[in-house]
């Protein structure tokens, strides 16, 4: 943001209809309803927070043109005000102190390619063939394998890990510890002991992908690992060898994907989900936070497992029961059909 | 620990009463009551341990004073001997080899402030604007980025990586490869694909928080993440954006504490915990191993979920039986009503 | 591999049975039986690719004797198929561009002693009195504190944290961002706060183990945390103080192991488990994913927890009955009672 950014030239930029009385104050930045200051902006998405915007003293509110009447400053309205905030948002990224170039300290193999306008930070260490695309960041200390491909405009944070034959689309985000590349865990057991496969693939990932701090992506046994466009990955997710995940999926915190499992298109699988191995999940699924995928998925919907939650105490005499679940219904129908013959 | 430590030394040291017949042996470490020495001191606490109490060899044991009698050597009397063996295991710590000082090869942007006595491993990055309290020491290849305060005494180990603008209290410790400050994980969807919410918060942590390896904190996405005083988190932890942890309240491995989630005061959130997003949990609550909590806390207490453990025939019998139990239940509800119908 | 690698000289190399009509082709690598092409080799191991054996046009497949009949290229026999794959694979392995060697940005403490044929990558930070055996490749920004000993032919790839005194035996590998030696968790509670218990003991690393890309693995409070003889370990996935884990077990993604437990030999842990703490699980046990061991298990044999994945509208009707189990369990008694009472 060079020059000050006022309510009339956000809508400009946005092409959003202002209403209300707009100041000509400069925004200085983003904040909540109930925190924003008369020289921030903020925006009204979830009823939760309805109370908030009556009380407001940003210097105007993203909203739909319905909630304006609860509005006390001005309005600039949409009919996705959360698409909206996302999109203003990025006007209020703090530069980083990062110069622009390839840090003296870096270490580049002579046969890598990097594009002229690239930033390298300081011990990036990049291997042989890698080729780096034009506009790409790459954080302090991140390691690049051998024959590695970042396309356009890829953003490494700090402390990334790629091994070798690793590509990855446009525009896509590492942020910190990610590991990409590691060897799935594949071995052959024989006489008592376990012998390594060495594990040949690569891993492929798609333009437009997020991928969270110490996330790991395991290469493939014999063909890629394959994580689609626009797939949004979340910090901790474990993602083993040989799966692929469709395209536009979202996969939150902590989940583990097994290995040679497929996950479709549009799906969402919440935080700390377990995916057994060679299992397929369909398009536009969402599995519910911390449940366990055992089986196939075939049918678009919502799954999900596990007990919820309860006092300790309560939950200790259930859990006894749980272990009686099936004597239970074997009693139910005993009962059942004694009842039958007495009537 | 330039003198020897002998038995008078220690009791001296902690203010303990030394009962028994004690040796003047300096003391060289800290071990169980079924492998110490006689130079090394143990401590009694876990009743599980009596029968390795009555036989043990070390020097001296840390105990309560109704133990003593079963003691067959020297004992140092506490109402707290747990506390005092923390107490004592520091004094056993072994000096590392790191010079204090900055390495030649960190790599320091020249607008951040350093106090004097830091000290800074090989290959650091710290960026612009930092400051680094009075007897802070960063670990190799850690990397800091711009606008970081660490408050007085802070240890990183190595690989450590803060985003810009996180903000460390006194005498924090950070474990190898934890990443604090990574970009929260919102997405507003439109037209069938993500588009990413700038993420302009930071991270607020209190005084005397120590943050396991491989944890991870998000930034806010408007706000701060806070993590309070005192407060202990394990290796692995996940804590998204806008997450709010009280004061002295301990997460354990593994666990994930989803999006804009509040937790007390004085919690213990044991081991694969997973908290959904958006719930808020009272102060002094502890939650058990690998139980999802799926909504509010609001009563002081002891919460639980899952299954309990069982050979896996049976719980594959029971797991079907789980999904029909809401019919078990309506079931069982129709024999009492043909019976009231019946008597 | 410097010379062609046909399918005679695999045979010999292996010592397996070469049957059908076999080529002379170099084979340039290894691939599934969908999607070898004829300069590929392929296994044939699972009986779900059946199909696919029948079909391919690999230049020859490992495979049982009794599937050769099936198989429309060459043939090479085997018990074991799997084994042989793995053997196979090693052979196809890609050199990497490090070159052999100390990289001149590597920092050596003076005391450490490193064997004549070290591979030393850029930015490796190596302690006072650490031991570094033949044969052993430390990849680039890997740091190992001091007094570590890594015997022979040890493998770390990139990021690679050890604390001092980490013990590994021979022919360890250790991925990306994996942290060992790491502080236990371990505190006193006393005056509402907890104070830290110094973690006194070290990790010792059988030979034969590989770790997985983030995994973490704390050192003991006392003794070492154990890590016996050809352990295989998955990535993110969290050990802590005091742990054993018994020879040849392994332990998949994500799974946390509290602190004191102890695994026996030969165990498969699957991914996601959860171990409490102060739990002894004996020799040949089994748990399957996401499952919770609470509790000692002294019985060989296969275990499990959790309810099994369902439609989320179900499941929530379920899960309320859950929380009403033990009570239908006591209703289903009583309608017994009065019917033995009738009867």
Redesign the interface.
């Known amino acids: 943001m060079s020059k000050p950014l006022t309510l009339q030239a956000l809508a400009a930029e946005l092409g959003l209809e202002l209403r209300g009385a707009s100041t000509d104050v400069p925004l200085v ?4 309803l109930a ?1 924003a200051r008369p020289d921030q902006l903020s925006f009204y998405h979830n009823p939760r927070y309805h109370a908030d915007l009556r009380s407001t003293q940003a210097a105007g509110v993203v909203l739909r043109p319905e909630h304006a009447a609860d509005c006390p400053v001005a309005c600039l309205l949409t009919d ?1 005000p ?2 909206a ?3 203003v ?2 006007l ?3 530069a ?3 110069t622009v170039g390839v ?1 003296a ?1 870096a ?1 580049i ?1 002579p ?1 890598a390619r990097l594009a002229d306008d690239v930033t390298v ?3 990036v ?1 990049i ?3 890698a080729v780096i695309g034009t506009g790409c960041h790459i ?3 991140c ?1 690049i ?2 024959d590695c491909l970042l396309s356009d405009n890829c953003l490494l ?3 990334v ?1 790629l ?2 034959g690793v590509r990855l689309g446009k525009r896509c ?1 590492l ?3 990610a ?1 990409i590349g ?2 799935g ?6 006489g ?9 693939g690569g891993v492929s990932i798609g333009d ?1 992908v ?1 991928i ?3 996330t ?1 992506i ?1 290469r493939g ?3 890629d690992t394959v994580i689609g466009t ?1 797939v ?1 990955i ?3 997710v ?1 993602i ?1 060898h040989n799966v692929r995940v469709g395209d ?1 999926s ?1 996969i ?3 989940s ?1 994907i ?1 290995g040679s499992s497929v996950i479709g298109k ?1 799906c969402t699988i ?3 989900v ?1 995916v ?1 191995n060679h299992v397929t999940i369909c398009d536009d699924v ?10 196939d ?1 075939d049918t678009p ?26 004597d ?2 074997r ?2 129908l005993r ?2 059909r ?2 039958g013959r007495r009537d």
Chains 1, 2, 3 share one sequence.
């Open positions: 930045g983003l904040a909540t925190t996705n959360y698409l905030y996302a999109r948002s990025q209020f990224v703090r980083s102190s990062t840090h300290t270490q193999d046969s930070g300081a011990n260490v291997g042989a063939g954080g302090a200390n390691v394998g051998d944070h700090a402390n890990t091994y070798h985000i942020h910190a510890a590991v590691s060897d865990f594949g071995f052959a057991r024989s008592g002991r376990y012998h390594k496969i060495a594990q040949l437009d997020e969270g701090a110490g790991c395991d046994a014999l063909d626009g949004k979340d910090n901790q474990q083993a536009h979202v939150c915190g902590c583990a097994a549009n919440a935080g700390a377990g057994v969402t599995v519910t936070a911390m449940s366990l995928v055992n089986q998925i919907g919502v799954y999900s497992s596990g007990t919820g939650l309860d006092v300790t105490g309560n939950w200790r005499r259930n859990i006894v029961r749980f272990r009686q679940l099936d239970i219904w009693r139910l009962i059942e004694r009842e």
